[in-house]
């Protein structure tokens, strides 16, 4: 019902930024919370920022201070916004969405931090 297409991930230095974007197509209406999870090698996957219909955010606490979620003024489009990015950010970054009580889920981006 929804599709969710990540961009914006690569290679960036230890203290540098990144900016993912997901944009949602197909069944928009009703969205209720879009967000990002990441998971690395040998991890399992974990929430990193989610942003709500209504605009509140909620963030890992590993991030915290670190990354800001936000959403477009149509409410289609998911960025993150990653500064003084760590080795250990380094994962796969995969845009979800929910939607009537079902999760949605992007193919992923790679981040690669380098030391």
């Known amino acids: 019902q929804v599709r969710l297409v990540e961009s914006g991930g690569g290679l960036v230095q230890a203290g540098g930024s990144l900016r993912l974007s997901c944009a949602a197509s197909g069944s928009i209406f009703g969205i209720s919370v879009m967000g990002w999870f990441r998971q690395a090698p040998g991890n399992q996957r974990e929430l990193v920022a989610t942003?709500?219909?209504?605009?509140?955010?909620n963030y890992a606490e590993s991030v915290k201070g670190r990354f800001t979620i936000s959403r477009d003024n149509a409410k289609t489009t998911v960025s993150l916004q990653m500064n003084s990015l760590k080795p250990e950010d380094t994962a796969v970054y995969y845009c979800?969405?929910?939607?009537?009580?079902?999760?949605?889920w992007g193919q992923g981006t790679q981040v690669t931090v380098s030391s």
């Open positions: 942003v709500d219909s209504g605009g509140s955010t």
């Open positions: 979800m969405c929910r939607r009537l009580g079902l999760n949605y």
